[in-house]
T-cell receptor, first 109, second 115 residues
Framework: AQRVTQPEKLLSVFKGAPVELKCNYS??????LFWYVQYSRQRLQLLLR??SRESIKGFTADLNKGETSFHLKKPFAQEEDSAMYYC???????????FGKGTTLSVSS | DAGVTQSPTHLIKTRGQQVTLRCSPI?????VSWYQQVLGQGPQFIFQ???????GRGNFPDRFSARQFPNYSSELNVNALLLGDSALYLC??????????????FGPGTRLTVL
């Protein structure tokens, strides 16, 4: 079965603290994973995808096939990082994204 | 470009009625996907259309149908509405079909309330 699990509904951190948003997946074959972000009153938008191996806004995510995880990390959180974050997995057919339930990140000073 | 546009923004229907939601993709994009997002959940895939043909279908009943027009805009139809159909319906467009290499650009959504 193809599934994405985000175990935390809410993650609250202070500005400047490290952030790790957890994502675990279930998939047969080579997975392709993404992180999407939705800022307040904005549309859902792509943050990063593992095939690009890029760092966006200081966020990185490494695919760990052994642990079936794709955690999102940032060394120093900023208040503007406060948003809803969704981990997503490409389905077997390659035609759709399978989303987790999302984690709300709240960064306060 | 205004990005992906959806109409209407909100609508309220009663059980048993039918509803049509509309989506205009970004200019040049040929793929449109529909997702349903129930409160507290992530988006769930309903359909993908590419070059006016259905290319993917999620686990939704036959009450849900869609089509894509020659200008690549799309409509999602839901018949015999149930209370459980209340959700935010998202449209996403991309240049090509495969989601791995074609970034999905999401619209603002249509909020459907079924009473």
């Amino acid at each position: 079965a193809q599934r994405v699990t985000q175990p935390e509904k809410l993650l609250s951190v202070f500005k400047g603290a490290p952030v790790e948003l957890k994502c675990n997946y279930s998939y047969s074959g080579s997975p392709e994973l993404f992180w999407y972000v939705q800022y307040s009153r904005q549309r859902l938008q792509l943050l990063l995808r593992h095939i690009s191996r890029e760092s966006i806004k200081g966020f990185t995510a490494d695919l760990n096939k052994g642990e079936t995880s794709f955690h999102l990390k940032k060394p120093f959180a900023q208040e503007e990082d406060s948003a809803m974050y969704y981990c997503a997995l490409k389905n077997q057919a390659g035609t759709a994204l399978i989303f987790g339930k999302g984690t709300t990140l709240s960064v306060s000073s | 470009d205004a990005g992906v546009t959806q109409s209407p923004t909100h609508l309220i229907k009663t059980r048993g009625q039918q509803v049509t939601l509309r989506c205009s993709p970004i200019s040049g994009h040929k793929s449109v996907s529909w997702y349903q997002q129930v409160l507290g959940q992530g988006p769930q895939f309903i359909f993908q259309y590419y070059e006016k043909e259905e290319r993917g279908r999620g686990n939704f009943p036959d009450r849900f149908s869609a089509r894509q027009f020659p200008n690549y805009s799309s409509e999602l139809n839901v018949n015999a509405l149930l209370l459980g159909d209340s959700a935010l319906y998202l449209c996403a467009s991309s240049l090509g079909q495969g989601v791995a290499y074609n970034e999905q650009f999401f619209g603002p959504g249509t909020r459907l309330t079924v009473l």
